[in-house]
């Protein structure tokens, strides 16, 4: 089952509530499976065992399967003809997986399985903030952060997702355990360069990005978690992990993709800095001589939320992360990402091949200054906190059975 098809806009319609719905999912799957016979790792919620015998791949669908429709069962503001085409397509989905698994008593056992694990889930996610109040507080100073106006209706245009910085983290102990040290002082050396560095390459119409650096930003503007967890099932496929290992992988790529997102988003909505569309047009007040204000400038890419630190960078941290510690930096043969982005014209390619998992960051901090999104401090200090997170999740929980905690 493909478990980034059917979240529904509030859920699934920005990547990090996306990355929180994911991380549910494969966090029950991963249950399900290391509760089948002989423990190799602690589990995440679900300490019950089950027979050896049990069907993991029908424990597997009944996990994401009860897991998804919770998710679209209860995410508010969701029209009922949407959520009842929705809840039809999973059922249909889930119907498939099962019709490829034998019929008998390990099938009904692996579906018990599952759905155990699912409840677990569901229950320990219940009032967990999800679809809460908006984090942020409206403030016109400089420095902060204002959204941007449609032009269409002359409503600003608003953070889909404002709550997820408030959300209950998977792992880590808080929602600001990872706070950065925040963005570059107005008046300082630092601001000044990187405010020039992104007024010249990010601008809508700038005369200094190259052609493949444009091309290389719209690519950027897709789902971190389905390109990695797409990257994720591709090399365990390709080292051989079993299905235990694999879900294990999965499940450390998402529980700790989705801390570092909630984190990120708290970070986000405490600094509430700017935007280099808003800093540009209002350079004058920032009380900085080496920066100048241009009223019309505009970036190439747009984002609805505050600035500092890097959601991309703070979900491509945390991925990556995982997916050093399984398989190291640099991959014999590599690995292609396939873009979804929006942005990406006819004549773009879509699928584009990387050899490591630094190389691959190492863009990303670039494509984000080249998109007008981000100063490069945000980009660096948004890598940081997605590597943190990930080390602390690989070494609080799922450990092999044996190991202490730490």
């Keep these: 089952m493909n478990t980034l098809i059917g979240l529904p806009g509030p859920a699934g319609g920005a990547p990090p509530a996306a990355q929180i719905h994911v991380a549910m999912v494969q966090g029950a799957v991963y249950d399900a499976v290391n509760a089948i016979g002989p423990r190799r790792y602690r589990p995440y919620l679900l300490t019950r065992r089950f027979s050896a015998w049990a069907s993991q791949d029908a424990a597997v669908a009944a996990a994401a399967y009860l897991t998804l429709r919770d998710i679209v069962s209860t995410v508010p503001n969701l ?29 009904a056992k692996g579906i018990t399985v599952g759905m155990t694990a699912a409840e677990a889930m569901i229950a320990a996610r219940d009032h967990d903030g999800r679809f809460g109040p908006s984090q942020w507080v409206p403030n016109t100073a400089p420095g902060h952060w204002w959204p941007q106006t449609n032009p269409a209706t002359g409503q600003p245009i608003l953070d889909p997702t404002p709550w997820v910085g408030a959300v209950q983290p998977f792992i880590v102990e808080s929602s600001s355990q990872f706070r950065t040290s925040g963005p570059a002082k107005l008046d300082s050396g630092t601001w000044a360069t990187e405010f ?22 719209r690519w950027w503007q897709s789902t971190p978690a389905k390109s ?9 496929r390709r080292g051989g992990l079993d299905a235990l290992d694999t879900a294990r992988l999965l499940a450390l790529q998402n529980l700790g993709g989705a801390d570092a997102a909630i984190n990120c988003w708290n970070d986000k909505y405490y600094w509430d800095f700017w935007r280099p569309w808003n800093a540009i047009q209002r350079a004058a007040e920032d009380g900085n001589p080496a920066t100048a204000p241009d009223a019309g400038w505009l970036p190439l890419v747009s984002a609805p939320y505050p600035e500092h630190p890097s959601g991309h960078l703070c979900l491509d941290g945390a991925h990556t992360g995982i997916l050093r510690m399984f398989f190291g930096d640099a991959i014999d043969g590599g690995y292609s990402i396939t873009s979804i982005s929006s942005f990406l014209g006819p004549a773009d390619a879509a699928t584009r091949h990387f050899d490591s998992f630094s190389q691959v960051l190492a863009e990303i901090v670039e494509a984000r200054i080249w998109a007008g999104l981000h100063f490069r401090t945000a980009d660096l200090q948004g890598k940081a906190l997605g590597e943190g997170v990930a080390g602390y999740v690989a070494t609080h929980r799922l450990e092999p059975v044996g190991h202490d905690h730490h």
């Design 79 to 107: 029209a009922e003809a949407t959520r009842t085409t929705l809840l039809g397509t999973l059922s249909t989905q889930y119907s498939d997986a099962l019709a490829a698994v034998p019929d008998g008593r390990a099938e």
């Design 228 to 236: 990695w967890n797409e990257v994720g099932r591709d090399l365990a």
């Design 196 to 217: 020039n560095e992104v007024k010249a390459i990010g601008a809508v119409n700038s005369t200094t990005r190259t052609a493949d650096q444009t091309y290389i930003a």
